[in-house]
């Protein structure tokens, strides 16, 4: 049947029916579903209250699965978990649409690796077939596999990340069984994270003729993203499948997205979360192509304040609501019903006005700025025959009555009422202007200074170190504390003997020089520069402010005494990847009496890099790698954000002074 432009499904929604009381091959799709991604299951006290309050915050699809290892734990002989069928049934009588999610290896199969041999592709279809089978008739929506560009729920360190090409050959061995047992139902291709150059190549390898939609996990909160940022990679994406589709669009799915408010600096507060989700939502009805977005997620996953995991939902973990979850229920409605008309043009890129439209009903106005700072009033004015009022409010906000008329009092109190105009200032968080607004234009946009960033408020590293002048003694910083070495297998430190390490830093304008001596019981190393790290040698990394670089940018760098000799690796620069041996830089190392001592001294123009000034401030962060002929046994840290992820929020600073 595939996915059709038609309300039927909401509608029935709205009028507070479940999808049980209408026959299943009647349904249709709505144009966009509004979802969240749910791990109820596993709750299943809470699975009742949790989805009567995401009925309330009138969404219409819900995200989950039960992985292919629950459903066969011995070798031939399937079943779908019983709990899984009471979620799924629960949740259609509550009116929601599952998106039922196929997925992830079982150890019965290729040793628990991604089902490649022809014995585990044959495993996993057999269990799809199931899934759907046991489902049809209450589960329409179903997706094939969950990040396997990213190894999610895999062991990475054995198996690695899924290629593109197992991965095509995977549904396409799955998608035609499915859609015999189903004709309709909706299959939706793997949901891609690791960026658009695999999601191109997925499509390059044929993804979509062995699927109904594509999908996409499109988080950008680690990288300061907003959902203006995600809007742009949208047009881009479209422009992507206008190419492998003879012009002509191909439903994209968002499956996940959010923005988790976790406690550090990639988190957002409650409230920035929640104006997002409303920006995104909004920006999305914008393009067609786009049918669906699913929140990640529902439930925050528990109570600890600084892991992202635990902070993604738009309710907290005993049900409490975030700010966020008003907000879903409130533009709900506008995204599922509304249809999109056009961006009115403002002249300012920063302010954003969508003009939307209810079906024989009223039009709609959501407005917003992403100035960072001041206030931004708009001026409405109406031409011929309009309301004598709006309703006004801002999402997830109670909603007021404004008749029309605007006065410039401050600026002169005998200034008279324009009976014609409507002012309002706009924020990050969307103001939605409902009523007969189809005869209005944009009179002007004023700027009211009102620096907020001034309030300040600012999150520091946790510790700093400072670099001396060239000429100058410089500090020495000792970093073998207990705390600052992390364990990669079952081996621990066993003293400082094992490992210990100190560091000093000088500059000039041109150059750094660094100086790091390291006591090391064994050494080992005996790798290629490029793969250094995995024995003994340094790895450091910078990052100098840059408002027009995203924030994950950053230089990074490998030092080691190589079979070569010394050499120094530059594997990435701020401006983007650079994967070179770095040749111009004066590199020494020495190692004696279990002590090996480098001695780094080059330009900050190789490093990618401007010239330094005495007072700059920079993320910093060092690492040692400790190797004694085993494998890879853990390393000590300086700043965090090389070793277990790459992400400098985790460097600490450096001063240079």
Not at 84 to 101: D, F, I, Q, R, S
Request: hydrophobic share 35%; net charge neutral; glycine share 8%.
């Amino acid at each position: 049947m595939g996915i059709k432009s038609i309300f039927s499904m909401v509608i029935v929604m709205i009028a507070g029916m479940s999808l049980a009381e209408e026959p299943y091959d009647k349904l249709e799709m709505p144009k966009f579903i509004s979802g969240v991604c749910t791990h109820l299951p596993d709750k299943l006290g809470m699975m009742e209250t949790a989805l009567t309050m995401i009925r309330q915050a009138g969404v219409v699809s819900l995200r989950d699965g039960t992985r292919w290892s629950y459903c066969e734990t011995q070798k031939g002989e399937l079943k779908v978990p019983p709990y899984h069928l009471e979620y799924n049934n629960k949740a259609v009588a509550a009116g929601l649409m599952p998106l039922n999610l196929l997925c992830f290896s079982n150890k019965l199969y290729d040793d628990g690796g991604y089902p490649r041999s022809s014995e585990a592709v044959e495993g996993f279809a057999r269990y799809c077939e199931l899934m759907v089978r046991e489902l049809k008739g209450k589960v329409r929506l179903h997706q094939i596999w969950n990040e396997w560009d990213n190894g999610c729920a895999m062991d990475r360190e054995k198996f690695g990340v899924g290629t593109v090409e197992d991965y095509v050959r995977l549904q396409n061995a799955v998608y035609p069984r499915l859609k015999k047992i189903d004709p309709q139902a909706i299959i939706i291709s793997n949901s891609v994270c690791r960026g658009d150059e695999w999601f191109e190549k997925m499509i390059q390898a044929g993804a979509m003729k062995s699927c109904d939609g594509l999908a996409l996990h499109t988080y950008n909160y680690y990288d300061g993203g907003t959902p203006e940022r995600w809007y742009n990679r949208m047009l881009k994406i479209r422009t992507m499948l206008h190419k492998y589709n003879n012009g002509k669009d191909f439903p994209l799915f968002i499956t996940e997205m959010g923005y988790p408010t976790q406690i550090d600096s990639q988190g957002n507060t409650p409230e920035k979360s929640a104006a997002y989700l409303a920006r995104l939502y909004l920006l999305a009805r914008t393009l067609p192509f786009i049918k669906g977005i699913w929140w990640y997620d529902f439930l925050n996953d528990g109570w600890k304040s600084t892991y992202n995991e635990n902070n993604f939902g738009i309710v907290n973990a005993d049900l409490t609501p975030k700010p966020a979850y008003y907000v879903m229920s409130d533009i709900s409605n506008l995204v599922n019903n509304a249809d999109f008309v056009k961006r009115i043009e403002t002249k300012d890129p920063d302010i954003w006005v969508l003009q939307f439209k209810y079906p024989g009903g009223n039009d709609v106005l959501a407005m917003w700025s992403t100035h960072r700072e001041d206030l931004w009033q708009i001026c409405l004015c109406k031409t011929g025959v309009t309301g004598r009022s709006v309703q006004a409010h801002h999402a997830g906000r109670r909603a007021y009555r404004q008749p029309w008329g605007a006065r410039s009092w401050v600026e002169n109190r005998q200034n008279p009422l324009r009976p014609e105009e409507l002012e309002f200032c706009l924020s990050d968080l969307p103001l939605i202007i409902e009523g007969d607004l189809s005869n209005i234009n944009i009179k002007s946009i004023t700027r009211r200074i009102f620096p907020e960033r001034s309030r300040g408020a600012c999150l520091l590293p946790q510790l700093f170190a400072e670099a001396a002048s060239k000429n100058t003694l410089p500090k020495k910083y000792h970093f073998g504390l207990d705390k600052n070495y992390t364990t990669l297998s079952d081996e621990n430190r066993k003293s400082k003997d094992d490992l210990d390490a100190s560091f000093a830093i000088q500059y000039d304008r041109e150059n750094i020089y660094l100086t790091v001596e390291v006591n090391d019981n064994v050494f080992w190393q005996k790798k290629e520069i490029c793969e250094a790290w995995q024995g003994d040698g340094l790895q450091l990394a910078f990052q100098v402010p840059d408002e027009k670089a995203e924030r994950s940018a950053h230089t990074e760098l490998e030092v080691a005494l190589t079979p070569d000799g010394a050499k120094a690796y530059l594997r990435e620069i701020q401006s983007g990847k650079s994967n070179r041996i770095l040749d111009d830089a004066v590199l020494k190392i020495s190692t004696q009496n279990h002590t090996t001592t480098y001695f780094l001294a080059v330009s900050w123009k190789a490093l990618g890099l401007p010239d330094m000034d005495k007072g700059t401030v920079m993320k910093f962060s060092l690492l040692v790698n400790d190797n004694d002929g085993n494998g890879r046994k853990g390393y000590l840290h300086w700043g965090n954000g090389i070793g277990n992820v790459k992400n400098p929020e985790e460097y600490y600073m450096l001063l240079l002074n």
